[in-house]
T-cell receptor, first 110, second 115 residues
Framework: DQQVKQNSPSLSVQEGRISILNCDYT??????FLWYKKYPAEGPTFLIS?????DKNEDGRFTVFLNKSAKHLSLHIVPSQPGDSAVYFC?????????FGTGTRLTIIP | DTGVSQNPRHKITKRGQNVTFRCDPI?????LYWYRQTLGQGPEFLTY????????KSRLLSDRFSAERPKGSFSTLEIQRTEQGDSAMYLC?????????????FGPGTRLTVL
């Protein structure tokens, strides 16, 4: 069973606009949620995280929102830049194990 | 030391052969993790170590898989009698685990192709 779901396999956004990536989860026991970014031929790299007791965390152009009642989180990137083009994984953490979603390929159009 | 390294980067083998992958974590990271990623999926947890102790293994890790971290530094993942279903990207990650929620730093992965 897929405990972390990313229902949009791909997303295209104009440079300078806001990118919104969505994620749903089923297990309410997760402690942290993270977003990882992955470029081709590289391992995933950490982007931003949020504790399950928070509802928002911001770091520069990146903001993650957590809605626990809906078991939903989202990543906002504003303004979007060409270097943001990558695959983004929504990830949940429990007992040191990361559970990944299937990823969303974000393409920023110049 | 600039990050987690994995060797080899690519491995092609015939079904039934044994293969071994190596992971060198970031120095002084006491946690080391192995994940497997198949096409179209996100990485899936396989196992992890705290120093040299293997603390948890996923049910994905069949009896043909074994992982070691003999001196609490580098780790090896061995697959015996490989099957075509073992074809995947094998990712290693390490973490200092100073605080709960500390990020895991991933290596570039070893891509295994079983013919």
């Amino acid at each position: 069973d897929q405990q972390v779901k990313q229902n949009s396999p791909s997303l295209s956004v104009q440079e300078g606009r806001i990118s919104i990536l969505n994620c749903d989860y089923t297990n309410s026991m997760f402690d942290y949620f993270l977003w990882y970014k992955k470029y081709p031929a590289e391992g995933p790299t950490f982007l931003i995280s949020i504790s399950s007791i928070k509802d928002k965390n911001e770091d520069g152009r990146f903001t993650v929102f957590l809605n626990k009642s809906a078991k939903h989180l989202s990543l906002h990137i504003v303004p979007s830049q060409p270097g943001d083009s990558a695959v983004y994984f929504c990830v949940a953490l429990k007992d040191e194990k990361l559970t990944f979603g299937t990823g969303t390929r974000l393409t920023i159009i110049p | 030391d600039t990050g987690v390294s994995q060797n080899p980067r690519h491995k092609i083998t015939k079904r039934g052969q044994n293969v071994t992958f190596r992971c060198d974590p970031i120095s002084e990271h006491n946690r080391l993790y192995w994940y497997r990623q198949t096409l179209g999926q996100g990485p899936e947890f396989l196992t992890y170590f705290q120093n040299e102790a293997q603390l948890e293994k996923s049910r994905l890790l069949s009896d043909r898989f074994s992982a070691e971290r003999p001196k609490g530094s580098f780790s090896t993942l061995e697959i015996q009698r490989t099957e075509q279903g073992d074809s995947a990207m094998y990712l290693c990650a390490s973490s200092p685990r100073v605080h709960e929620g500390d990020e895991q730093f991933f290596g570039p992965g070893t891509r295994l192709t079983v013919l």
